[in-house]
């Protein structure tokens, strides 16, 4: 339990085992298992929160939507709710998992996708004219195939099966390209037979409509179908939210000198023209070294400390995390204009170590809620039993690594929950 005089640090709070949920499969229910995405919210963990810390007609908001996981567990408790992400793939992601779709209706649209492969001629598609950057990462028949699924997928009429289809076949991007598959950074694997893209959109689609039935079957027996729930593309930092609107802020930032979504998400960035400069698209997300800020400067007393100590080991670094720091505080300052008076704010967050420092970044940003006129709450300690992320770095290079690497360290074992008030 987090000690409000700031008595007990943070890495002295114990594990709260009721938060860990150990051996919990949550992510492959309801419609949380559509499409693969780093970090992914654990939905019991979301459940939880929004159980203990919202009424039925609140509205939840999530400031880094990601997936969509939030916004879900939101709609099956029968909470309006709203989410914001700059990610184009995470919007789009969001669309398809928080529309439940009348089974008959998408079983129909399906079927007459899958009897087109029939259409499927090769050369129709050589000459199609695509991001450069797919031919690093596609065979010819593989592209073309693609190609073909996404031509046909736009031409159906409804939006929310486009929208459905359309993440499936994002899905199984990577499986079908060269792509290392067990790596969340992008690299080729020469060794690699990808999958033939039909093959595995039938295949992934199908699990996609089980979850889809079951879903669309819990929201009609709660009367939740009509539940208020909006992804919309927008920066955390400014959203078009109302000011004093929400009850409670469900969300988990992304971890400081983690991960580059850009990059990530780029096969589906190319696929579907989200992106035509990776370098362009990369400088608006949170904390990036890509939005080049000389700046080391941040308002919070230990984040200048950690900053201070990583321009000793690392420039590049340092610069980087003085940047999360300050996009959070501007983030901060968002979440207080949009809650209520009394909305609880409930972020799940992680530290990290880079070249022996500890970057602490609940601590950081515990601290910078306060400055902001947020009331703490509760800290709760989680340890980390099943979340997709790189968890080991190089102690020497910082780099990620694996764990049979002499040099290696766990990064993400743990990871806490600020609870905080307005």
């Known amino acids: 339990m987090y000690n409000n005089s700031h008595s007990l640090a943070f890495e002295e709070i114990p594990v709260s085992p009721e938060w860990c949920f150990k051996n919990v499969r949550s992510v492959e229910q309801w419609?949380?298992?559509?499409?693969?995405?780093?970090?992914?919210?654990?939905?019991?963990?979301?459940?939880?929160?929004?159980?203990?810390?919202?009424?039925?007609?609140?509205?939840?908001?999530d400031f880094f939507a990601g997936c969509g996981t939030t916004l879900v567990e939101a709609k099956v408790h029968g909470r309006k709710s709203i989410g914001v992400d700059i990610n184009p793939v995470a919007e789009l992601i969001t669309k398809a998992?928080?529309?439940?779709?009348?089974?008959?209706?998408l079983e129909d649209r399906f079927t007459e996708l899958i009897e087109m492969f029939e259409d499927f001629q090769i050369e129709d598609y050589l000459e199609i004219e695509v991001h450069q950057r797919i031919d690093y990462w596609?065979?010819?028949?593989?592209?073309?195939?693609?190609?073909?699924?996404?031509?046909r997928i736009l031409a159906i009429q409804e939006d929310i099966v486009k929208d459905f289809l359309l993440v499936g076949l994002s899905h199984i991007l990577k499986n079908s390209?060269?792509?290392l598959q067990s790596s969340t950074k992008p690299q080729i694997?020469?060794?690699?037979n990808p999958t033939d893209p039909f093959l595995a959109f039938k295949a992934h689609a199908k699990k996609m409509m089980k979850k889809n039935a079951e879903f669309y079957t819990q929201l009609s027996t709660e009367n939740h179908l009509g539940t208020d729930c909006t992804i919309k593309l927008e920066d955390a930092r400014k959203t078009t939210m109302e000011s004093d609107s929400v009850s409670?802020?469900?969300?988990?930032?992304?971890?400081?000198?983690?991960?580059?979504?850009?990059?990530?998400?780029?096969?589906?960035?190319?696929?579907?023209?989200?992106?035509?400069?990776?370098?362009?698209?990369?400088?608006?997300?949170?904390?990036?070294?890509?939005?080049?800020s000389q700046d080391t400067i941040t308002n919070s007393h230990l984040g200048q400390e950690i900053v201070n100590e990583l321009l000793i080991v690392d420039n590049r670094t340092a610069k980087e995390v003085a940047n999360y720091f300050r996009d959070m505080e501007a983030v901060g300052v968002e979440m207080h204009r949009v809650l209520k008076?009394?909305?609880?704010?409930?972020?799940?967050?992680?530290?990290?170590?880079?070249?022996?420092?500890?970057?602490?970044?609940?601590?950081?940003?515990?601290?910078?809620?306060?400055?902001?006129?947020?009331e703490m709450v509760d800290v709760i300690k989680r340890s980390i039993p099943n979340k997709l992320m790189p968890t080991i770095r190089d102690k020497q290079t910082g780099k990620f690594t694996k764990l049979e690497s002499t040099n290696s360290k766990l990064v993400y074992p743990e990871e806490y929950i600020l609870i905080a008030k307005k």
């Open 341 to 374: 008076k009394d909305g609880h704010a409930c972020l799940v967050i992680g530290d990290t170590t880079f070249k022996g420092v500890k970057i602490k970044s609940a601590e950081v940003f515990s601290e910078t809620l306060q400055n902001l006129g947020f």
């Open 138 to 151: 596609f065979s010819i028949e593989h592209k073309t195939k693609i190609a073909f699924l996404y031509e």
């Open 248 to 292: 409670a802020i469900i969300t988990s930032p992304p971890y400081v000198t983690s991960y580059e979504y850009a990059d990530i998400h780029q096969l589906t960035g190319y696929w579907f023209e989200y992106i035509t400069d990776l370098f362009g698209f990369r400088k608006n997300f949170i904390g990036t070294f890509y939005s080049q």
């Open 177 to 179: 390209s060269k792509w």
């Open 97 to 105: 998992k928080i529309n439940a779709i009348e089974p008959k209706l």
């Open 31 to 61: 419609t949380h298992g559509y499409h693969r995405y780093p970090a992914k919210f654990l939905p019991n963990l979301v459940k939880k929160l929004i159980e203990e810390y919202t009424e039925k007609d609140d509205l939840v908001a």
């Open 189 to 192: 694997d020469p060794n690699k």
